[in-house]
Structures are given as C-alpha cells and as structure tokens.
C-alpha cells in the first residue's frame, strides 16, 4: 500500500494530470448539414495547450488546425465548398472523431413560440397539421436534415445543448415543427441541395425570453422591464426574461448559417406597442451576436384569433410585424385567410405558411424570380368623400377573393370608424361611406379574427394596416 502510494506521489510531483478527451460541440453530428461556400465555425473541447486538426473530406484545403485554450476550448474555421454531400469531418487530438454522412447545403434557425414548435405528426390532444397521417409517411428525403434543441430556460447564457442531427424521414419528422419542415422541403426542392433545420422552439413565450440581456438593457423601457423581472420573479421561468436566448440560442453561436424563420407574437399581443421595439432588438441582437452580417430572417405575422378578447390589441401586434419590415433583409408572411376555425390560436394550414416562408427566402435569399408578397400598404390619397389606397407587391394587380372586398373601415377626424364599400380600381383601391363625408383614415383587417378577402393575383394575402398614427390601445402597457 505504502509502495502505490509513493508511486502515486511521484506521478503527481511530475505535473500528471487525467487527459480528457477531445469532443466537439454537439451540434457537430454524424448527419449534420455544414452552410455551404462559407467559413464554417467547428468547435470543442480538449485538453489546454493540445493542438486540434479538423479536415473536411470534399477539399484538400478543408483542413485547420488549432491549439486548445488555457480552458480547453478551441474553434477552427473551416472553409466549406459549393453544396454535396456525404462526407466525412475528422477531428484528430488526443483521440480521433470521425463524423460520417456530412451535408454541405443550406442552414436555417427555426424559432418562436408554439406555431413554430408545432409538430407535424398527430399528438394526442393537439389540432392536427392537415393532411398529417400522409405527410408523415411520405417525408423521406435524404437531402434534409432535422436538428431538435433541446427545451431549456437558463439563467445565464450556455456553451452547450443537447441534440443531434437526424437524415428526415417518417419517424425523425413526426415531433419536428410541421412549418419548418414545409419550410425546408420547399427550399430542398426548388434550388435541389441539402437542407438543414435547426429547430429551437418553445410554446407559449414572449420575444423577451429570446433576446439576450446585454441587449435588453440597451432599451431603456425594456431595461426597467429587466430590472423589475429580477426583484419579483412572475412566471414558470423565474426570471421573466432572456432564459431561452441563454439555454435555446447562445448555445447554437456561431453555427454557420444562412437565415433565420421565426413564428411568435401571440404571447405579446398585450404589450404590442412594446413590441415595436422589442421585436426589432431581438433580431439585431441575434445578428450581432452571430456575426454573419444581416442575415435573412423572415418571419409570420399571427393569425386571426377569437380568443383575444375582442378588443383588437392582436391588430396592434400585427402592425408591430408590418413596421419589422422596416429593417433590412426582414420579410413577413401573412396567414389571415389560413384559419378556418377563428377559435384556434393555430391554424392547421401549416404547409401554406411553410411554403410563404419559402417564397420570401427563394425571391429575396436565393434570387429566384417570383411574387413573395401579398400587397403591403404604401400610402394614400384624400379624394373628396373618398380615400384612395396605394400599395407594394401588386403583382399582376389586386383581386378579392369571394365577392365583395371586406374588412375595410372609415373614419374622419372624430376617429370614429364605420364599415366602408371598398372597390379596387386597377391596382389601388377606392374607400368610402355615407357616414363619413370628410374621411381621414382607413383601417384594413384590424379587428383580432378579421379574415379580409384582398389578395394580388398570386393568391398571396394582404396585411392588415391602418393609415392613421391615433394612439393605440396598448401604448401604455409596459412589460
């Protein structure tokens, strides 16, 4: 016993210490899809000082190598070529990984709260995505591949998440978000190149659970929201702020990609003038914490919902989506003629929006030559009795669908609206009524469950908007 323990002291005296192995984050998985013609961030941990050489089997010049920190962590950036696949990566230090079936293709963020997290196979309980029991069985495509992040709420911002990637097939797509999924076989299929999905999604939460407090604390309103969060913890996630930016997203930095889908809103529909800004801060914040640029980031607007209360604060949140497109390299979606039961906060139709996701990255990411957009609002004209409307994406020109244009209101300075006749007159269209001689604004779509008719002749939906700037019903609710 004596001798072992000599013999234990000397291997100490000498600086030997336990050598872990090297290991990569685990976003780097048999399956995985690197972005294509990029520099691709590969990283991990190994023992401090141990050099690290990570080669990509479709170049000779796939190759980097780099020494561990004082911490262990090391990060290469790997140049990446046009897309194909399968490959191998091979990771040698002190051991060897050798990753098989490597895509290179196209990498996308798939985020939001629970019409993203939506899943496309039947569960017990949940409003089934139309059509779900033969689009599971016929989703096999080898070029997409499917990567879930696993549902965490932390405090401060992680290294690491739990996850792997998984070549899509019926049983890898049955609890994989039915939107991103669509979303992804769009993209597969049009511009024929792997497809990877990254799906970090949770139900039920507001844009501040997704944004970082370093960048929360930017906003002096949203700052005051931190603060207050932290002295009175209110929800299932303590402190009520940036918990799944720091379990759901920093985790997932700098993963090449090319773009970001996002489906939320619904959980902000009571502080929606709010989310005027916090929406806008949660997508510089994630752009600059990436630092791949402005990248694309497209997102839905929420859908027609009878259970808001009536009041119409969901028409404010939808403004809040439409003023985002300000920012560039931003598209949105809309959903208002998706949802055939107004009493159901998600609508079935999730191919549809899936494939408007689709439209927006092929037109706009990938220069595909095609309408993306419904009409969006541009301004208007006073003509005596009457208003005259201007709009964007007017492709092809205006048509209602059903009969009759719908869903417009009038009103003149006493702001008091009233439902109007509106009439397209090639591409505008003319609002008025017998109620109000002296208009001074119109309202499209702005009620919680309004389902207008306008659509350009692509069959793409137009959002609902008002011309006016009278203060809304949420101005003053803070978060």
């Not at 949940?126 to 495509?141: F, G």
């Not at 979303?183 to 039920?204: D, E, K, S, Y």
């Not at 090319?258 to 003038?273: F, L, T």
């Not at 659509?455 to 949420?474: C, E, I, V």
Request: charged fraction near 20%.
């Amino acid at each position: 016993m004596i001798r072992w323990l000599g013999l234990l002291l000397v291997f100490m005296s000498c600086g030997w210490t336990a050598r872990a192995e090297t290991r990569l984050h685990p976003l780097f998985t048999d399956h995985m899809v690197l972005q294509q013609n990029s520099k691709a961030p590969v990283w991990g941990w190994a023992n401090p000082g141990e050099k690290i050489t990570v080669k990509g089997s479709w170049s000779a010049k796939a190759t980097a190598s780099v020494k561990a920190d004082e911490s262990g962590k090391w990060k290469v950036i790997l140049p990446t070529n046009k897309a194909g696949g399968p490959y191998k990566v091979e990771v040698q230090g002190e051991n060897l990984i050798t990753l098989n079936d490597v895509m290179l293709g196209e990498v996308w963020i798939c985020s939001g709260q629970s019409n993203m997290a939506w899943p496309l196979g039947i569960h017990q309980g949940l409003t089934p995505v139309d059509n779900a029991e033969q689009e599971v069985a016929n989703a096999n495509h080898p070029n997409i591949r499917l990567y879930i992040v696993e549902r965490v709420a932390k405090d401060e911002p992680q290294e690491t998440c739990a996850g792997n990637w998984q070549v899509c097939d019926s049983k890898s797509v049955h609890d994989f978000s039915a939107v991103a999924y669509f979303f992804g076989r769009q993209l597969n299929q049009t511009l024929n190149v792997p497809v990877g999905l990254i799906m970090t999604a949770w139900g039920g939460t507001p844009v501040e659970h997704w944004t970082s407090e370093r960048a929360l604390m930017s906003h002096p309103e949203l700052q005051a929201g931190v603060m207050k969060r932290k002295a009175q913890p209110t929800d299932q996630f303590g402190q009520k702020h940036s918990v799944l930016y720091n379990g759901m997203i920093a985790p997932l930095i700098p993963y090449a990609i090319r773009g970001a889908i996002w489906y939320q809103g619904e959980s902000n529909v009571g502080r929606a003038y709010q989310y005027r800004s916090a929406f806008p801060l949660m997508i510089q914040n994630w752009r600059e914490d990436w630092k791949q640029g402005d990248f694309p980031f497209y997102f839905v607007q929420i859908a027609p919902f009878s259970g808001y209360g009536g009041q119409g604060l969901s028409a404010e949140l939808r403004e809040a989506q439409l003023m985002t497109l300000s920012m560039k390299n931003t598209g949105m979606v809309v959903v208002t003629d998706l949802t055939p039961n107004l009493g159901d906060i998600h609508p079935s139709a999730k191919q549809d929006v899936g494939k408007r996701l689709a439209l927006w990255a092929l037109a706009k990411t990938y220069g595909k030559k095609m309408t993306y957009s419904g009409p969006l609002y541009r301004s208007m004209k006073i003509e005596g009795n009457k208003i005259r409307l201007f709009f964007d994406h007017v492709d092809g020109g205006l048509a209602a669908k059903g009969g009759a244009l719908t869903e417009f209101q009038i009103a003149g300075s006493d702001q008091q609206f009233h439902p109007a006749t509106a009439v397209i007159d090639g591409k505008t269209v003319v609002v008025y009524s017998e109620k109000v001689p002296n208009p001074a604004s119109v309202r499209f779509g702005w009620g919680d469950a309004s389902v207008p008719n306008l659509f350009n002749q692509a069959g793409l939906p137009a959002s609902p908007f008002r011309t006016d700037q009278w203060l809304g019903k949420t101005i003053s609710v803070k978060w």
